[in-house]
C-alpha cells in the first residue's frame, strides 16, 4: 500500500474533493480521533455553505415512527429484552389495520418515514412480509 501524505490528504477532503480506494484506506488506519475531527471539519464547511451560508442557523428533523410489528422472536439474542415467545402473556402481532392505524397517525403528524422493525415470528408466513 502506498501511503499517502496525511497533510495532502487533510487539504483534499478539506476542500470537498473526491477521494480515491487508496484514500479511503489510508483513513481506516487513521486514529478514531482524527477521523472524526477531519470529519467534523469537513461537515462544519459544507454546512457553513448550505442554506445561502446560513447553514449553521438552520437545523432540521424528519418525523418518523417506528412500528414494532410483533414481539414474538425465535432467535433469542442475549442483548434483547423486548422479545416473547408465543406463551407469553403480552406477546403481540400487530393486524394490518392496527399498522395502517399507525401510518394514519404518522401521516397526520407530518411523517415521512417508517422503520418496521420485530421479532422473527416463527409462524408469519413469508407474504405477511
Same mark, same amino acid.
Given at each position: 500500500?502506498?501511503?499517502? %501524505? &496525511?497533510? #495532502?490528504?487533510?487539504? &483534499?477532503?478539506?476542500?470537498?474533493? &473526491?477521494?480515491?480506494? !487508496?484514500?479511503? @484506506? ?12 477531519? #470529519?467534523?471539519?469537513?461537515? !462544519?464547511? #459544507?454546512?457553513?455553505?448550505?442554506? *445561502?451560508? $446560513? *447553514? &449553521? ?10 412500528? %414494532?410489528?410483533?414481539?414474538?422472536? %425465535? ?6 429484552? @423486548?422479545? $416473547?415467545?408465543? $406463551? ?9 389495520? =392496527? ?11 407530518? *411523517?415521512? =418515514? ?11 408466513? @413469508?407474504?405477511?412480509?
Amino acid at each position: 500500500m502506498v501511503s499517502v %501524505n &496525511r497533510d #495532502a490528504l487533510t487539504e &483534499r477532503i478539506l476542500a470537498g474533493e &473526491r477521494i480515491l480506494a !487508496d484514500d479511503a @484506506f489510508e483513513l481506516y488506519h487513521w486514529p478514531l480521533e482524527e477521523l472524526g475531527a477531519l #470529519a467534523n471539519a469537513r461537515r !462544519d464547511l #459544507a454546512k457553513a455553505k448550505s442554506y *445561502g451560508g $446560513r *447553514g &449553521r442557523e438552520i437545523v432540521t428533523y424528519i418525523v418518523d415512527r417506528n412500528i %414494532n410489528y410483533t414481539n414474538v422472536c %425465535n432467535v433469542y439474542c442475549k442483548f434483547c429484552a @423486548f422479545y $416473547r415467545t408465543e $406463551r407469553d402473556e403480552d406477546h403481540y402481532v400487530l393486524s394490518f389495520e =392496527q399498522i395502517d392505524q399507525k401510518l394514519d397517525e404518522l401521516s397526520a403528524a407530518g *411523517g415521512v =418515514q417508517i422503520l418496521m422493525q420485530g421479532g422473527h415470528h416463527p409462524k408469519l408466513p @413469508f407474504q405477511w412480509y
